[in-house]
T-cell receptor, first 114, second 110 residues
């Protein structure tokens, strides 16, 4: 099955800890994205990457970091500098051959800071 | 700042009726427009996209785009209780980024 996987599904973090959220895709898509969703809100872009070893900040990158060492993987680290990290985190990917138009989402990781 | 606006709802319609969801956007340079459906606690699922002015139909769904008015809508015909969800409008700017609205919650009453 082709798709996007995210792990873990639920994650609990103590204040002051860094945590890394996993995102893997086997769709052979070039671009990958990380979004954050707060209750009753739309999605806000954290980081995105269109090619391996390159990524750009989105609208709310402060307190987050990413890497793109492999085409299929785009992990997100939520650092202790992120002041309000409790949210639903969504990873997406899109295909360069389709103009990066259609983004497909993974199932998400729900992060709670205790 | 580029914005996408949606009425938060809930929009309540009886089963079998047409549900009309609306979205306006601020960036005239926007090129592509998307509708996602999101069930509670789940990730968004792409329903439709539209690039050109006019209507695009796919089954019970019709997307309508009016670039002059900076307006995009989604019509759902013969609404079913299973259509009850939050519908997110997204607009792609020239840098390939999607800008999302906050969504409209649709409730289809049996």
């Amino acid at each position: 099955d082709g798709g996007i996987t995210q792990s873990p599904k639920y994650l609990f973090r103590k204040e002051g800890q860094n945590v890394t959220l996993s995102c893997e895709q086997n769709l052979n898509h070039d671009a990958m994205y990380w979004y954050r969703q707060d209750p009753g809100q739309g999605l806000r872009l954290i980081y995105y990457s269109q090619i391996v070893n390159d990524f750009q900040k989105g609208d709310i990158a402060e307190g987050y970091s990413v890497s793109r060492e492999k085409k299929e993987s785009f992990p997100l680290t939520v650092t202790s500098a992120q002041k309000n990290p409790t949210a639903f985190y969504l990873c997406a990917s899109s295909d360069r051959d389709r103009g990066y138009n259609e983004q497909f989402f993974g199932p998400g990781t729900r992060l709670t800071v205790l | 700042q580029k914005e996408v606006e949606q009425n938060s709802g809930p929009l309540s319609v009886p089963e079998g009726a047409i549900a009309s969801l609306n979205c306006t956007y601020s960036d005239r340079g926007s090129q592509s427009f998307f509708w996602y459906r999101q069930y509670s606690g789940k990730s968004p699922e792409l329903i439709m996209f539209i690039y050109s002015n006019g209507d695009k139909e796919d089954g019970r769904f019709t997307a309508q785009l009016n670039k002059a008015s900076q307006y995009v809508s989604l019509l759902i015909r013969d609404s079913q209780p299973s259509d009850s969800a939050t519908y997110l409008c997204a607009v792609r700017d020239s840098s390939y980024k999607l800008i999302f609205g906050s969504g409209t919650r649709l409730l289809v009453r049996p």
